[in-house]
């Protein structure tokens, strides 16, 4: 069955880093694409980056582009998302995603397997 466990999340002042991970097993996941989602408290669970694990292309939402990284290691099958300039508005628990579909994968609902998510706190 497939699992996919994050890690990295943390505390860290607005204008810091944090690299969060995501480690997939259960089944090779050369065909799949591979997803950051975020949620706030009182929010719906948003979409944050996507990549294509096979040939690497990456899809941004507009409020991370420039500040946030995906990238997947091959060999550890992990997935990474390294935040930049973090700011508070990025607070949420951040959960990996992974999906076998094609077309548009901006919503939750296109991914079918899910992590255990990760809490990243960002103070002003």
């Known amino acids: 069955q497939v699992q996919l466990v994050e890690s990295g999340g943390g505390l860290v002042q607005a204008g810091g880093s944090l690299r969060l991970s995501c480690a997939a097993s259960?089944?090779?996941?050369?065909?799949?694409?591979m997803g950051w989602f975020r949620q706030a408290p009182g929010k719906e669970r948003e979409f944050v980056a996507h990549?294509?694990?096979?040939?690497?292309?990456?899809s941004y939402t507009d409020s991370v582009k420039g500040r946030f990284t995906i990238s997947r290691d091959n060999a550890k099958n992990t997935v990474y998302l390294q935040m930049n300039s973090l700011k508070p508005e990025d607070t949420a628990v951040y959960y990996c995603?992974?999906?076998?579909?094609?077309?548009?994968?901006?919503?939750?609902?296109?991914?079918?397997?899910w992590g255990q998510g990760t809490q990243v706190t960002v103070s002003s």
């Open positions: 259960g089944r090779t996941f050369s065909s799949y694409v």
């Open positions: 990549i294509r694990w096979g040939c690497g292309s990456t």
């Open positions: 995603a992974a999906t076998s579909r094609n077309g548009q994968l901006l919503l939750p609902s296109r991914f079918d397997y």
